[in-house]
């Protein structure tokens, strides 16, 4: 009797666990599909008419939206609002140390000359407005680590081989902490662009 007890009582802690599992991934799968819905809609830009590329991390870009909206609506604001083919070169407040802007037109450099780098205080939001660049990008848990975390300067750097993409005006790159990214790589036949690099804090 005591075995057959017992027997039952595995096979209910089994099939609940079985089942709690399930669940789980149900709602991650469920997440995962709303925040690529979220994201294809494009609610977020506030009339913005510049896109986010394809390669953007959406459930990463949901949950810091979600948890700091009124900072994002800011930069997505900023941007829209902004004559940015005249902005100089320089430094730009946005939202304090929530947003700030810095707006560059250098010379892209070889690929080996480029580094991959990733932060963990601030996301990037990377928009080409003049010329083109490539960016590569990888999961950080992907690649491997060949300068540990400076808080300091809010960068590590690393090692690695990732998807290499073409940016150009239309579309901007967000990069997140568990995104390692490569900008400034040099794009054949075009030898600057002029680039604001928006920097956005993270919420925990």
Same mark, same amino acid.
Not at 54 to 72: D, R
Not at 124 to 132: C, E, F, K, N, R
Not at 169 to 198: C, M, Q, T, Y
């Given at each position: 009797?005591?075995?057959?007890?017992?027997?039952?009582?595995?096979?209910?802690?089994?099939?609940?666990?079985?089942?709690?599992? !399930?669940?789980?991934?149900?709602?991650?799968?469920?997440?995962?599909?709303?925040?690529?819905? #979220?994201?294809?809609?494009?609610?977020?830009?506030?009339?913005?008419?510049?896109?986010?590329?394809?390669?953007?991390?959406?459930?990463?870009?949901?949950?810091?939206?979600?948890?700091?909206?009124?900072? #994002?609506?800011?930069a997505?604001?900023?941007?829209?609002?902004?004559?940015?083919?005249?902005?100089?070169?320089?430094?730009y407040?946005?939202?304090?140390?929530?947003? /700030?802007?810095?707006?560059?037109?250098?010379?892209?450099?070889?690929?080996?000359?480029?580094? #991959?780098?990733?932060?963990?205080?601030?996301i990037d939001l990377?928009?080409?407005?003049?010329?083109?660049?490539?960016?590569?990008?990888?999961p950080?848990?992907e690649?491997?680590?060949? !300068?540990?975390?400076?808080?300091a300067?809010d960068?590590?750097?690393?090692?690695?081989?990732?998807?290499?993409?073409?940016?150009?005006?239309?579309s /901007?790159f967000? /990069?997140?902490?568990?995104?390692?990214?490569?900008?400034?790589?040099k794009?054949?036949?075009?030898?600057?662009?002029?680039?604001i690099?928006?920097?956005?804090?993270?919420?925990?």
């Amino acid at each position: 009797m005591k075995k057959s007890i017992i027997s039952s009582a595995l096979i209910i802690a089994v099939a609940f666990s079985i089942s709690f599992k !399930a669940s789980a991934q149900a709602k991650t799968e469920v997440k995962e599909v709303n925040a690529e819905q #979220w994201f294809a809609s494009h609610q977020y830009l506030g009339g913005l008419k510049l896109l986010p590329h394809p390669s953007t991390n959406a459930i990463e870009f949901a949950k810091q939206y979600k948890l700091n909206k009124a900072v #994002w609506d800011k930069a997505f604001a900023y941007l829209k609002n902004t004559d940015l083919d005249k902005l100089p070169v320089g430094k730009y407040p946005i939202d304090g140390d929530n947003c /700030f802007a810095s707006v560059t037109d250098n010379p892209t450099k070889p690929y080996e000359q480029t580094a #991959w780098e990733s932060h963990r205080k601030y996301i990037d939001l990377q928009y080409v407005i003049q010329g083109a660049e490539k960016m590569a990008v990888i999961p950080v848990s992907e690649a491997k680590v060949t !300068a540990p975390y400076l808080e300091a300067k809010d960068v590590a750097h690393y090692d690695a081989e990732g998807k290499v993409y073409e940016a150009r005006p239309g579309s /901007f790159f967000l /990069f997140f902490p568990p995104d390692a990214h490569r900008p400034n790589i040099k794009v054949d036949g075009i030898e600057h662009d002029k680039k604001i690099v928006l920097k956005i804090k993270v919420v925990e």
